[in-house]
């Protein structure tokens, strides 16, 4: 483990009942350099969460009142964004995998050892921060194309940039939409102008509207004075419209309206404001499909994509996935603080492992995995089983499969991806010895044996070198 992160952005509350643990666990954290709050028991880690909002919790499971199991679907529901560890005593293990199941990150079993909490707080930690430095996307981010396929979208992209005409981009869920529509805008006339996103699945018709055009003070509870909406902020820069196939029929009108007219009407208000922007739309669903069901219209579909650009899915474009895996292995380790002489290098067998997985998550699935890899491997060297990706005979998704399907379905996927981490951290503790990771944990030699065919886990991959 690269012992240089910087964890001080991390913020980690710690939730026990027991003084001792509570303030060992805060010295630790405070070792890393985390920001650490505490509470006693489940209801103060809520008013504290809603205090101070916390990156990471780490809860004990039996304390009384409000139980770590309670406490954790609890914030999951109301900060999604909380990665939540549980911190369980011997004998709660079967709770402890059913949280796993609602949610949580990991758990660890008590007595526990600081060496295993540090570790786990550093991987988490750092996997955190990643995500949201990507998140906030922005220039920084490169765009990597090296596959025929994606050279083909950046030179649609460029003929396509300059002109003020709508662009529509399609693709599955975590192709790169974002990122392209960046670059439409970047190698746009407006390039110096705004870039405005907004997400209108995240919306309703009500938010979506106010956001996109503004209201008037008064025009509901809480509109204390007047809003400009995106559209007129934008001011001749890009609109983004992300995932565009939900709105709702009602709003597709109004929407068309402010297209053809290049007006917007605030809410609330009785006059149309003029309007200047560069409209790019995303989508993760098939729009042409959705207007032959009725269920988008038709005229705007039209007005929409002038230009359109398909994104394949990344099992499509096999000649990015190493180069997208080493642009991610740079990021990851920068934001670790790996220095360049130390860049994590990936194994012959963990790139057959990238190139011969199906990607249903795309790049950002790819990206989680290279940054888990980053974060958990030994001696800066990729094996496949630090990539937590599927290679046996389950455990992989199927292709198309991607975030969707149905709530046993997922469970099954969560439950697959807990059993290969616990069996392979097992392994790796052990250096391939199977009879001592069976018993590390609590399994029979066959019964090990079993779960490591079932997940298609090599043990020879764990021996030291
Ligand atoms: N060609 C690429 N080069 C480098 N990074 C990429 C590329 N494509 C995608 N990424 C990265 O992968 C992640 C997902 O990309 P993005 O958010 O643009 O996908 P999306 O299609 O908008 O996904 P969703 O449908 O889930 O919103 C981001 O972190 C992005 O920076
Ligand atoms: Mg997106």
């Known amino acids: 483990m690269h012992d240089a992160n910087d964890l001080s952005q991390l913020r980690v509350l710690v939730v026990d009942d027991e003084d001792d643990i509570r303030l060992g666990l805060k010295r630790l954290m405070q070792r890393l350099g985390a920001r650490v709050s505490e509470a006693a028991d489940g209801a103060a880690a ?37 990665e939540v560890a549980i911190l369980t005593g011997y004998g709660t293990v079967q709770t402890a995998v059913q949280c796993l199941q609602e949610g949580a990150a990991h758990f660890l079993t008590k007595p526990f050892d600081n060496e295993e909490i540090l570790r786990l707080v550093r991987r988490l930690g750092c996997q955190i921060l990643a995500r949201r430095s990507a998140d906030g996307g922005g220039p920084g981010a490169t765009l990597v194309a090296e596959d025929p396929g994606m050279k083909r979208v950046l030179e649609l992209v460029r ?28 190698a746009s006339q407006v390039a110096e102008l705004p870039f405005l996103a907004v997400n209108c699945a995240a919306l309703s018709d009500t938010l979506l509207e106010s956001e996109l055009f503004g209201h008037v003070r008064g ?20 609109v983004f419209l992300d995932e565009v196939a939900s709105m709702s029929p009602a709003f597709q009108g109004k929407l068309l309206r402010v297209l053809q007219e290049q007006v917007v009407r605030p809410v609330g208000g009785s006059r149309d404001l003029p309007v200047r922007f560069r409209l790019v739309a995303a989508t993760n669903r098939d729009l042409q499909e959705q207007v032959s069901r009725g269920a988008f219209r038709e005229d705007l579909y039209y007005r929409l994509q002038v230009v359109r650009i398909h994104i394949p899915p990344l099992r499509e474009r096999p000649q990015d996935i190493l180069p997208l895996a080493a642009s991610f292995i740079a990021r990851a380790a920068e934001l670790c603080r790996i220095s360049l002489g130390e860049l994590p290098v990936l194994g012959a067998d963990a790139e057959r492992a990238l190139l011969a997985y199906s ?12 940054q888990r890899a980053v974060v958990v491997c030994v001696d800066g060297a990729v094996r496949p089983y630090h990539l937590g990706i599927g290679g046996g005979a389950w455990g992989e998704p199927t292709a198309g499969e991607g975030q969707a399907g149905s709530y046993s379905e997922a469970k099954q996927r969560a439950l697959v991806q807990f059993q290969r981490e616990f069996v392979e951290r097992a392994l790796e503790r052990t250096r391939g010895n199977v009879s001592q990771a069976a018993e ?26």
């Open 219 to 238: 025009a509901f509870t809480g509109a204390d004075r007047d809003r400009r909406g995106l559209f007129a902020e934008a001011g001749g820069g890009t």
């Open 46 to 82: 809520l008013r504290e969460l809603e205090r101070r909002p916390a990156d990471l919790v780490l809860s004990d499971l039996m304390m009384p009142g409000m139980t770590g199991a309670e406490l954790l679907p609890e914030i999951k529901r109301r900060w999604p964004g909380t």
């Open 159 to 186: 003929r396509a940039a300059p002109s003020p005409m709508p662009v529509l981009i399609e693709g599955e869920s975590g192709t790169g939409k974002e990122l392209v529509a960046r670059a439409v805008h970047a």
């Open 359 to 370: 990607w249903p998550g795309n790049v950002r699935e790819l990206e989680n995995a290279v």
């Open 440 to 465: 590390a944990c609590g399994l029979t030699r066959a019964a090990f044996q079993k779960i490591l065919r079932q997940l298609g886990v090599d043990r020879t991959d764990f021996l030291a070198d």
